[in-house]
């Protein structure tokens, strides 16, 4: 081989392994640029995700809140029964069966 032939052998080398490495590069910022769609998505995703179980979250302190507003309100009643059944009971047996007004039996 001449050294013009070596010289153009390299040099066609040279532009094929450029061309690789221009593709290379290329397929580089086609994968940097996917990722970051990518991982722009998964954030979109991740704060929709915490704002929704956001949102539950307070729905089940209201709903919880309020369940124990009923309760106490329940629990206060039925003290307040209680309070006053114990008040009917210290009265003498004479003082229940007492009828109070028997006015509106006259037949």
Request: proline content about 1%; some cysteine; hydrophobic content about 30%.
């Amino acid at each position: 081989m001449e050294r013009d032939e070596i010289e153009d052998v390299k040099c066609g080398e040279d532009q094929k392994l450029q061309v690789l490495l221009t593709q290379i590069e290329s397929k580089k910022h086609q994968v940097e640029t996917a990722f970051e769609r990518l991982q722009q998505e998964l954030e979109h995703q991740r704060c929709l995700l915490l704002a929704r179980l956001r949102e539950l979250e307070q729905q089940i302190r209201k709903e919880r809140d309020e369940y124990i507003t009923r309760v106490s309100e329940e629990v206060t009643r039925l003290e307040a029964q209680v309070k006053e059944l114990e008040e009917k009971c210290q009265q003498p047996a004479s003082e229940l069966l007492k009828v109070r007004d028997t006015s509106h039996f006259v037949g």
